[in-house]
């Protein structure tokens, strides 16, 4: 129960929501608080059935347990997604048009694969990495604060903030 009360804590969501909603409604709580404390409007955008267009999701490889002679590597990239995100400065508050593009300098965005543009953190820093950086700052303290609580219920507190920190 303390892992979802800080979880809800940190998302800002009721406790049902976890129980009840999927990941997005977590994510979304966080980008409407964000923009409320920096005075940003998020539009309410229709939706329009049918017209969804689909990605190719990760590619997972499942492991070939055996016994090695020689020795082999394995790559662990942490957050993977949410690096990328913060390396590219990817939101919704730094997409360009193409019409704004052309006003702007080269190294004042990037291009992804799909042709996209954002604005680079230089430029404009995207509300999504401001809140997965201070989510991995606020992790960071909370794990610290783990290993120096020595009540064992302070130390599941902190041990749920972190997990519900990790981005």
Known sequence: ???????ARVTGVPLDFLLTRGQQIKVFSMLLRKCRRVNLLI???????????????????????AFYNEPIATLDFASLYPSIMQAYNLCYSTLVSPADQARLRPDQYNTSPSKDCFVTSETRKGI??????ELLAARKRAKKDMKLATDPMEKAVQNGRQLALKA
């Open 128 to 133: 999504l990495p401001q809140i997965l950086d």
């Open 43 to 65: 539009p309410n955008v229709a939706k329009h059935g049918g017209d969804e267009q689909t990605y190719e999701g990760a590619t997972v490889i499942d492991p070939k347990k």
């Open 1 to 7: 129960i303390v892992n979802y009360i800080e979880m």
